[in-house]
């Protein structure tokens, strides 16, 4: 299933996108689409029944329909930092022994195509398409990553996008340049974990005034979606409704050559995960 969240900003109702591209209203089914409602077999099922009945749905009208993040209280973004092995040679980094761990807040995520702020002061606002995984089921202490496939409820498109003076030259963590307002659009869709064969073969692009910039693979990926959720599991306990964020291949303006092309007001940026639906943000000053 595509479920989504559509309407204004804090107001979403709950959506689903059916085979035929329609786009359906799910708020007579379920109130939201949220770690409740992923882990809660009976209320997906239920969710499924409905889009598989002709006419149970209400079909919604698209045009000028704002469409959300298509995840709602979300708990907490986890991100796996040089997770792609061609992103790490153009940074001139070593490849990590074990994922690299940072946070995201709540409230840096935004809608697929809402407006990303370059913040006040930034000299280096970069870019970075990435496969986000939505977690469905509890875990702790996993103990391979088929368990850890297991717990995933879907996937998602996301950017992670970044600040590169506030993370590596402002001293401290990563977290100054990674968790600016808007830094996270999500979206559109909530692609259950069941249509997506296999998250190790998802390619990803991103565009930048329509300058194809990324053009990458999720095979690229140092620890696979699996490994990277068992892994977590033994630092922090996983809930539903929990996001990884899970790399960047190469591609980014850090990696370019001088003077590099970081992203400034005016800037459009265009993005996707095959399969997993398509971003498209304009960038104004915060």
């Not at 074990?98 to 870019?127: H, N, Q, Y």
């Not at 910039?213 to 999720?218: A, I, L, P, S, V």
């Not at 960047?248 to 001088?258: D, H, I, K, R, S």
Request: aromatic content about 6%; glycine content about 12%.
């Amino acid at each position: 299933m595509k479920l989504l969240r559509v309407g204004t900003a804090g107001a979403e109702r709950p959506a689903l996108l059916d085979h035929d591209g329609t786009l359906r209203d799910l708020s007579g089914i379920v109130p939201d689409i949220d770690g409740d409602l992923l882990a809660d077999a009976s209320a997906l099922a239920r969710v499924r029944a409905a889009a598989e009945t002709p006419g149970l749905l209400p079909a919604l009208d698209a045009t000028g329909l704002r469409i959300g993040p298509p995840l709602g209280r979300i708990g907490k973004i986890v991100c796996i930092g040089l997770n792609y092995h061609d992103h790490a040679a153009e940074t001139g980094a070593a490849i990590p022994d074990e994922p690299i761990l940072f946070f995201k807040a709540p409230d840096t995520v935004v809608g697929p195509d809402d407006t990303v702020l370059v913040p006040r002061g930034s000299r280096k606002t970069d870019w970075e398409v990435e496969l986000a995984v939505v977690i469905g089921r509890t875990a702790r202490y996993l103990g391979s990553a088929e368990e850890g496939l297991a717990h995933v409820a879907g996937y998602a498109t996301a950017h992670d996008v970044s600040e590169r003076e506030f993370q590596i030259e402002r001293g401290g963590t990563w977290d100054k340049g990674k968790n600016c307002e808007t830094f996270n659009p999500l979206g559109p869709w909530l692609v259950t974990a069941d249509e997506v064969d296999d998250p190790q073969a998802l390619p990803l692009r991103l565009w930048v005034n329509g300058e194809l910039k990324q053009n990458g693979t999720t095979a690229e990926q140092i620890f696979p979606v699996g490994e990277v959720v068992r892994y977590l599991s033994h630092f922090m306990t996983l809930y539903p409704g929990d996001i990884i964020n899970t790399g960047t291949p190469a591609g980014v303006a850090m990696g370019q050559p001088e003077p590099k092309p970081y992203l400034k007001a005016g800037d459009v940026v265009e993005l996707e995960v095959e399969g997993l639906g398509r971003q498209r943000q304009e960038l104004k000053d915060a």
